[in-house]
Every structure is written in C-alpha cells, then in structure tokens.
C-alpha cells in the first residue's frame, strides 16, 4: 500500500530523524513551488503536484542533488544503487533542494519520480524527450533511447552544471529483475 502525506516539510532536507526509515518507500505529495524564498515565501510554477518516494543511498559512494539515479537491485522504491549510466531510463531525480553538495552513503531523502522537477543537464536540451547523459546529469533522447522525462523549458539549458524543469515519469518506465 502506498502512503501519501505532504511533502512541503521534509523537503530539502536529509536524515530527518531516528524513524525515518520506517518511511523508506512511501511517496509523498507536494506543490510544484520555488522553495528559494524560504518558509512562507515560496512561488507558484505551476498548479501540477510533484510525487517523490522517501528513499536510502546504499549507493557505497556519495550522490548528488539534482541527479538522476537508479534503485539498487532487488530494492525497488526503497534504496538506490547508483547515478544513471549514460542512455538508459533512470528511476528518478534527487530531491534538488538538498542544501549540501552531496548525499553520503546511508543518507535518507526524497527522490523525485513523477512530476515536475529540477534536473542537472549536461547540454542544452532542444527536444521533448529526456533521458540519462550517464555520470547523473539528464540529456534530450535519440531516437532509439527510452525516455523518462519530458522538457518543461527544452533549450533554455546552457551550460554543463545548468538546471532545467523536467517533467517525470519514471515509475511508468520501470522493469524490474
């Protein structure tokens, strides 16, 4: 059974507290918002709702906000095992509103799995289509590429660490071993 409740407090933030693992899975529901402003001053993107599961790097190594990653085996919507290889769907975007610069091994947060959401590009994006560039960073679809996002700004990205809105799909593209 999948547990929904709101977001907006846990969001950003990592290891939120002795009990947390007990939430390893869930999803959690919140408004597509700038949280740059703070408590009480964020902006409206838009009136669509974001889906992210509580999740646990098991990675061994360190992951980064903004990156898009891929469950460890046989811990689907739990644990995750790695940033996305180049050319393959990945199963979701770390929570982009993490303040440190990465997430150490053992960490718990928010992985982003269905609607909008800020994603690290490796280039410019000039089509619909998203998927993995490899190393984390999303880049636009060939067209023998599955995708797992769509653009939600396509060309506005310009640089190698550049931010772009995507919108995700990703549960929808899972296969499981």
């Not at 993490?98 to 410019?124: K, M, N, Q, R, Y």
């Amino acid at each position: 059974m999948t547990t929904y409740f709101s977001g907006n407090n846990i969001r950003g933030q990592v290891n939120i507290g002795k009990t947390a693992s007990l939430l390893l899975g869930d999803k959690v529901e919140f408004q597509d918002v700038n949280n740059t402003g703070g408590p009480g001053f964020n902006t409206r993107y838009s009136g669509m709702t974001s889906i992210a599961r509580w999740v646990k790097n098991t990675s061994g190594g360190t992951l980064v906000p903004g990156h898009s990653v891929t469950y460890k085996a046989n811990k689907y919507g739990t644990e995750l095992g790695a940033q996305s290889a180049a050319d393959v769907s990945f199963h979701g975007i770390i929570d982009p509103d993490i303040s440190t610069a990465t997430v150490a091994d053992d960490d718990e947060f928010l992985l982003f799995i269905e609607g909008p959401c800020l994603a690290i590009v490796s280039a410019a994006i000039t089509v619909d289509e998203i998927t993995s560039s490899g190393s984390g960073k999303v880049k636009g679809v060939a067209t023998t590429e599955v995708p797992s996002a769509y653009a939600l700004e396509a060309g506005d990205a310009k640089a190698d660490t550049n931010t772009m809105r995507v919108y995700l799909l990703c549960e929808s593209n899972i296969e499981l071993a």
